[in-house]
């Protein structure tokens, strides 16, 4: 992972337009191929970014070019999409790379990691003529949860949560550009699967394409009937 603290500007060009004023900013490049540029604000969230697969080129900037006047370097980003993400950078103050190995994963608690056996062993809880093809289905940045395919045969990438929020549908968004990325795996849909979902992770789910479902727990074990409920 390569830390870059620099003043900088950020203009992204795609499906619309962005762009973020010289400032102190902190750039972010994994070793998966994604950039993301980060305030000292909101936590997590990134002010802009873009997920692999994508290209990067840095060059020096040129003085001779009105554009590039007190710059230092200019950086540009682009994905399969065309969508673009130039940086330029007029001052840095920390460049430091780290070389951080292979990331042990998510240890799920017991009840999520129950919850993921049982949906596995259940496919009809998604749909009439689901079957199952593996648990923890590696991708280049970690395992998805659960592949199974649907009725018609495609593929169905199944992200598991005991409590549904926002990163775990960000977390779901970049397993499906990846999978969808493989020609042996693509078209490659996405169902975000938990207990309780927070509206706006459903919503931004929504947006994305991706299905969501609420899983009652105690049903899927046999504990409870909806049958056999007064109310």
């Not at 604000?41 to 001779?64: E, F, G, I, S």
């Not at 949860?145 to 970049?174: H, N, P, S, W």
Request: glycine share 8%; with cysteine.
């Amino acid at each position: 992972m390569r830390l870059l603290i620099a003043r900088c500007q950020v203009d992204y060009a795609g499906r619309l337009s962005a762009h973020l004023p010289m400032a102190p900013r902190l750039l972010m490049l994994k070793a998966d191929g994604s950039i993301s540029i980060h305030a000292d604000d909101r936590a997590y969230k990134p002010l802009n970014w873009m997920n692999p697969p994508c290209t990067l080129v840095m060059r020096q900037a040129d003085p001779a070019m009105p554009d590039e006047a007190g710059l230092d370097q200019v950086w540009t980003v682009a994905n399969k999409d065309g969508d673009t993400l130039q940086i330029s950078v007029a001052e840095v103050w920390h460049d430091s790379s780290h070389e951080l190995g292979v990331d042990p994963g998510l240890v799920k608690d017991g009840v999520e990691a129950h919850l993921q056996v049982l949906l596995a062993d259940n496919p009809g809880a998604f749909g009439a003529g689901w079957t199952l093809v593996r648990r923890e289905h590696m991708t280049a940045i970690g395992p998805v949860d659960i592949l199974f395919r649907d009725a018609a045969g495609a593929y169905v990438a199944v992200e598991v949560k005991r409590r549904g929020e926002i990163d775990g549908v960000e977390q779901l968004t970049r397993y499906l550009e990846l999978m969808n990325a493989d020609p042996h795996l693509r078209p490659v849909s996405g169902v975000f699967a938990a207990q309780q979902i927070k509206p706006q992770a459903r919503v931004l789910a929504t947006s994305r394409g991706i299905a969501c479902i609420t899983v009652d727990y105690d049903a899927l074990r046999g504990l409870d009937n909806a049958e056999d409920r007064l109310f």
